[in-house]
């Protein structure tokens, strides 16, 4: 689950290992229900001498009940057998300053509720449900290879004639002994698989959520034909996936304990850019399950056909989404196919559905992404909003993508080149806000915004059920533009299956608003006499932004506080480019962008830092809506034309 800063998690991980440390009786409190491997322990150290040293100790111990089992050096971890608790405590009596941390080691398991017999290998091709309930097919996977997903489990079947095969896409390795990560001898991993990528227009099988065969692939085969293993193998697995590029990782796997440097992992690669998945357990209770409840890992509960919690789906306030995972069609090792429940097959519904929207917008930054699929998904359960059984609601690859699609999402180059873009609007432009509650039947309801001319200059279909939708554009004064919402059903959207409502304001003023109506309601508006835009002559403003080099803490009212010495700063920040009213500079800088690089406030709240001359073309009137770029970026917003 994704709460806060990863700074304070690895505080709070610390200030526990120091306490043990600190105390002459090393205690290791072990969690209900986990099965923990006794006096197997999993060490982290610390990249120090007095690390290194620690780790000597081990490996060049004297006592031979002290086994090293293993070593993942991209963590500096090593795994070792002690022979008592005792032992434990009398070598952290001498290496303690060189441990960073250490926990028990125990066993995880795939996180499978049940199966049933496989079905025929000729099985013609048919959709299941969990890919229409995601409405992942809503979604093209054109850009599909612009993602790499990496899955976690029992291996993938290379042979299977449903699944992709091109070598050129895969990546893999094995953490059984004597199995190649190109097979699976458990047919979990595969059923996993396909999920996410079984072929479409094949004429067989299934279909998973991208289906045009051309997704990146890494495989991180931990799992053996039966069975579970050791929490420290996942945590091998897992920085395998981070080691060979994934953007998205599956685990549907838990069982594990709370392990801090599994803990450490997950929080590095998420500073890496990358998105983790996690199946919620399959306890039929509340208990806190691992992975899926450590800090920044996307915890997914398992629904039914029928849209309600799966009874073995495991609830509590670390769940994040739902997805399908009760008797899930997919594919099994020997071109079969077959039905499996549990929130194993619910995870790759979301972490399938995050890399197909992802990969039409690789630049954006994962926080932003997760943010998008929590705040689209489709509210369930009798509670509005979130949940423990349900989280934020099913997953909605359609209304994902429309949310990404509608935001601003610039990419960013880590310095400034050539001039800025000449894209920008030849006229002053306005806000246009659209306020859109939608009823229990979104599909039924689209608007548009046409100019004088009859021409469509905005529109969108909707697809999300009894969501809040808000869009914001800037559109030059014209007499006149027209709203138009439709309901194909004839019935609008409010009120006898919700209580959908819209709002439209343009330049601060509402120009029409309402939700009971029949087929369609439209409304005109846009002659503005004047543009509230004045002159750089009357008027110079500074950046409403701060500056990136501060972390977005400081900006123009801080330089205003001894503008003497900041307006004379041009490097690394050309100061009076970005607050050319404070430094007097209006004459200079008034109609042009600042050189500085910026923080800018996303709609969903996450922040960015970027340079006026990185906003693409395409996305210049998008991005001039907001406040904090359009007083930023002079010239590129048109400030200075009338």
């Known amino acids: 689950m994704y709460i806060s800063g990863k700074l304070l998690t690895l505080s709070a991980l610390w200030s526990a290992t120091e306490l043990c440390f600190a105390t002459d009786t090393v205690s290791f409190p072990r969690q209900e229900g986990v099965k923990y491997i006794d006096n197997r322990f999993i060490i982290e150290y610390e990249n120090t001498t007095e690390g290194n040293n620690a780790k000597e100790t081990i490996v060049n111990n004297p006592d031979k009940s002290i086994v090293l089992v293993n070593e993942i050096p991209s963590r500096n971890i090593q795994v070792v057998n002690f022979s008592s608790k005792e032992s434990v405590k009398k070598w952290l009596s001498g290496a303690k300053k060189g441990v960073k941390y250490i926990d028990e080691d125990s066993w995880t398991f795939p996180d499978t509720q049940s199966t049933t017999d496989s079905q025929n290998r000729n099985l013609a091709e048919s959709i299941p449900y969990g890919i229409t309930h995601v409405k992942a097919l809503d979604v093209s996977d ?48 595969t059923h996993v698989a396909g999920t996410i990528v079984a072929l479409q227009d094949n004429e067989i099988g299934v279909v998973g959520v991208i289906r045009n065969g051309l997704t990146k692939m890494h495989i991180s085969k931990v799992f053996p034909a039966s069975g579970g293993v050791p929490t420290s193998t996942i945590i091998d697995g897992f920085q395998s996936c981070v080691n060979n590029g994934s953007n998205v990782i599956n685990m549907s796997l838990g069982g594990g304990g709370f392990t801090s440097s599994f803990a450490s992992a997950i929080a590095d690669a998420e500073d890496d850019g990358i998105l983790t998945f996690a199946s919620s357990g399959n306890t039929y209770g509340s208990g806190l399950q691992y992975p899926a409840s450590y800090e920044f890992v996307i915890a997914v509960a398992s629904i039914t056909e029928n849209y309600v919690r799966s009874d073995f789906s495991t609830y509590n306030d670390e769940v994040d989404i739902c997805a399908p995972g009760s008797s899930v069609l997919s594919t099994v090792p020997g071109g079969g196919y077959s039905s499996y429940s549990g929130t194993s097959m619910a995870c790759p519904h979301a972490a399938g559905v995050a890399a197909l929207v992802w990969s039409h917008y690789p630049s954006m930054a994962n926080e932003v992404l997760r943010d998008i699929l929590e705040d689209t998904a489709r509210d369930l359960g009798s509670t509005v909003g979130y949940d423990v059984e349900y989280g934020h609601g099913l997953i909605d690859a359609k209304a994902a993508f429309d949310a990404a699609t509608n935001i601003f999402v610039p990419t960013v180059s880590p310095r400034p080149s050539g001039t800025p873009s000449t894209s920008a609007p030849t006229l002053p432009c306005l806000d246009l806000e659209i306020d859109l509650l939608t009823d229990r039947y979104a599909s039924e309801t ?62 601060g003023a509402q120009v029409i608003s309402g939700g009971d109506f029949g087929s369609q309601e439209s409304g005109t508006f846009g002659c503005v006499t004047s543009a509230p835009i004045s002159s750089p002559i009357d008027v110079c403003e500074d950046s409403m932004s701060n500056f990136a080099l501060s972390n977005g803490d400081l900006g123009c009212p801080f330089v205003a506080g001894n503008s003497e010495t900041y307006c004379a700063i041009s490097v690394p920040i050309n100061v009076k480019s970005h607050c050319p009213d404070t430094c007097s500079a209006c004459a200079e800088y008034g109609c042009e962008d600042s050189e500085a690089e910026f923080t800018v406030e996303l709609p969903t709240g996450a922040t960015i830092d970027i340079y006026c001359s990185t906003i693409p073309g395409d996305k210049v009137e998008t991005a001039c809506a907001l406040s904090t770029i359009s007083s930023t970026c002079r010239k590129t917003c048109g400030y200075c034309d009338v």
Not at 143 to 164: F, Q, T, W
Not at 458 to 482: E, G, H, M, R
Not at 483 to 505: E, K, L, M, N, P
Request: proline content about 5%.
């Open 142 to 189: 054109d850009n599909a290879g612009e993602r790499k997903v990496c899955i976690i489990d029992s291996g993938y079947d290379m042979g299977h004639p449903d699944l992709p095969s091109d070598p050129s896409l895969f990546t893999g390795e094995s953490f059984v002994n004597n199995y190649s990560w190109d097979t699976d001898e458990n047919s979990h991993g």
């Open 446 to 507: 689209r608007w548009e915004v046409t100019d004088p001319n009859g021409a469509i200059v905005q529109s969108d279909d909707v697809t999300a059920d009894s969501f809040q939708y808000n869009y914001i554009y800037c559109l030059p004064p014209k007499c006149d533009y027209t709203f138009t919402i439709y309901d194909t059903f004839g019935d609008g959207i409010c009120c006898g299956y919700g209580a959908g409502s819209y709002s439209v304001t343009y330049n």
